[in-house]
């Protein structure tokens, strides 16, 4: 088995720093002493071509290593990549204070190796820097002494003295090196954690649908998020900061922020903007102070941050939540009125069939017509209720799109006659286009029987009596080469009239319908029963060929999308409770 290759070592830049600072101080050093031999042999007439030549060589070796090894320090771990370094070093000096012919010590330049050892090594690396520095001098005095030329005893109490010293320096450099390395990883990952918060912030403010301000004493918005923008009629590319009362229009909110830092509390208001060639717009504001760094100085940075909610948006949810309790109120009503229902509707049967009169007929007939259009409504309101509990048992299958359209289309269409927006009756005719042969999609077939129904019935309500007036169609959606399979779409189109902005607001809400006698729930369980299936179901005006030519009409087209899980759970709609 092949061993992975070790990975290179890449120093960190404070670290390449110090090195470049070890590498000048060596090259300052190889040109201070060979200054010293030009004085040496200027003052004192001493010429030691060895010495020159040493130091010499040493500069040349250290402006090698500035150059050459500048970006590159070596690893700290103790190997023979220190050799040509610190040995070098110790080396050089040994040989000046082996050779020099004057008195001058060299031992104090053992310092600089150990130095480097300390600041750049490891603690081992350190400590055999400075033990062979020591066994060295140890050498040295010994050598002396036997010689004649110090006192033995005196020279090895100094040597000791140095070396305990140089190893205790060696100890402190090392831990104050470790140190600041630990602390500039700590500032780096502080830094890093910082500038991370700082962009998930920057995320979450940027993507809020409610409006973020940051604002200081002197009214300058020094940060704004794009919907705080749009509600402030500001330009999108607008230069930050900027002077909140620079509009008109934004007076009240200017004032808020006054307020807020004067007051020095959280304030809210709901106030309107009116800038000009706008409606005026309705806000609902809430006011923070961020707490200064120093608050013992009374001009300390402070800010003040105003959330900007649109009363639009928080009148909708409001009314999405009365409707939303409504359905319940009216699904618990629906449920307790068809026990009654019942009861009129039988005992009205039962009354029909001794009355002979054909006034008496006609009321009755009433009767049951009415009892049938209550029962209807409850029945639909109760329908949501049924979808859910359809939806948490229903799985998925693999359905043929067009098989399955045609045998729906097969039994509506036999039905007979169907009642127009009129109260006409009109045939159930239409232009049926199937072109996704074998396109397969994740439904359950009831329920797209269901959905399809529904569009169908809505369709033959509002068409014109022309044949080709309701058209339904199949097909696949133009996808990029890169994107995979394409969508498969299924359309109902009718060339009824279009409808009104209010009405396409609301399509797909329940309980909202543009005719008196609709409870507005068919097309929002539709939607509900396609999402449930990861399809899609939208409304659209769109041109279709006919024998007149082209015709605008409304299309209800139905998406299915081919990333479709089957059995996928109806998270959607298990948060519906009616």
């Not at 809430?286 to 013992?296: E, F, N, Y």
């Not at 359905?327 to 019942?342: C, K, T, W, Y």
């Not at 369709?459 to 339904?472: K, M, N, Y």
Request: glycine residues 6%.
């Amino acid at each position: 088995m092949l061993s992975a290759a070790p990975r290179p070592f890449t120093a960190e830049p404070q670290v390449v720093r110090l090195w470049n600072g070890f590498l000048n101080g060596r090259v300052l050093v190889g040109t201070v002493l060979l200054v010293l031999q030009g004085l040496s042999l200027t003052v004192h007439n001493r010429n030691a071509p060895l010495l020159w030549v040493i130091c010499a060589v040493y500069l040349a070796f250290t402006l090698f290593a500035r150059i050459a090894g500048r970006r590159t320090p070596p690893p700290p771990q103790v190997g023979w990549h220190w050799l040509p370094l610190i040995g070098l070093d110790i080396a050089v000096v040994c040989l000046l204070q082996l050779l020099q012919p004057s008195p001058m010590n060299y031992a104090p330049l053992l310092a600089l190796p150990i130095l480097m050892a300390s600041a750049l090594g490891t603690l081992l690396l350190a400590f055999a820097t400075t033990a062979s520095v020591t066994l060295l001098l140890l050498g040295w005095t010994g050598w002396a002494g036997r010689s004649g030329m110090t006192d033995l005893t005196q020279q090895y109490f100094q040597t000791a003295l140095t070396c305990a010293g140089y190893f205790l320096m060696a100890y402190l450099t090392h831990q104050l090196a470790q140190r600041l390395q630990r602390e500039r990883q700590l500032a780096q990952q502080n830094r890093e954690a910082a500038h991370l918060q700082e962009q998930v912030n920057h995320l979450i403010i940027h993507h809020l649908d409610d409006g973020v301000l940051a604002i200081d004493r002197e009214g300058l918005v020094h940060a704004a998020n794009p919907a705080a923008l749009l509600l402030l009629d500001c330009a999108a590319g607008l230069r930050l900061p900027f002077a909140l009362s620079a509009t008109v229009g934004n007076a009240p909110l200017a004032a808020l922020v006054e307020q807020t830092f004067a007051s020095g509390a959280e304030l809210t208001a709901d106030m309107d903007l009116v800038h000009a060639g706008r409606n005026p717009l309705g806000l609902h504001a809430r006011t923070w102070l961020t707490s200064p760094l120093d608050t013992a100085l009374p001009e300390a940075a402070q800010w003040c941050l105003v959330f900007l909610h649109d009363l639009r948006e928080m009148q909708a949810r409001l009314r999405t939540e009365k409707l939303a309790a409504m359905g319940r109120m009216s699904a618990a009503v629906a449920h307790e009125i068809r026990n009654p229902l019942a009861a009129i509707s039988q005992a009205n049967a039962l009354l029909a069939e001794e009355l002979g009169a054909p006034a008496q007929q006609r009321l009755s007939q009433m009767i049951a017509n009415n009892a049938q259009r209550l029962a209807r409504i409850a029945e639909e309101v109760l329908d949501i209720a049924r979808v859910q509990q359809q939806l948490h048992g229903a799985e998925a299958s693999a359905l043929p799109l067009d098989e399955q359209v045609a045998a729906i289309w097969e039994e509506w269409s036999d039905q007979g006659p169907a009642i127009g927006a009129a109260g006409t009756a009109s045939e159930r005719t239409a232009l049926v286009q199937l072109q996704a042969p074998q396109a397969m999609v994740a439904f359950d077939a009831e329920h797209l029987r269901r959905v399809l129904v529904n569009l169908l019935d809505n369709a033959q309500r509002f068409r014109s009596s022309a044949a080709d007036g309701l058209q339904l169609h199949t097909g696949h959606a133009a996808a990029a080469p890169a994107a995979g399979a394409a969508p498969v779409w299924l359309q109902v189109w009718s060339d009824g009239p279009p409808l009104e902005a209010s009405v396409q607001r609301h399509l797909f809400e329940p309980f909202f319908s543009s005719q008196s006698r609709s409870t507005g729930l068919g097309l929002y369980i539709c939607r509900e029963l396609c999402e449930r299936y990861g399809a899609r179901l939208g409304y659209q005006r769109l041109a279709r060929s006919t024998a007149r030519g082209s015709v605008e009409g409304n299309a209800f087209t139905l998406v299915f999308y081919p990333t479709a899980v089957l059995g996928t759970p109806a998270y959607r709609l298990d948060t519906i409770v009616v």
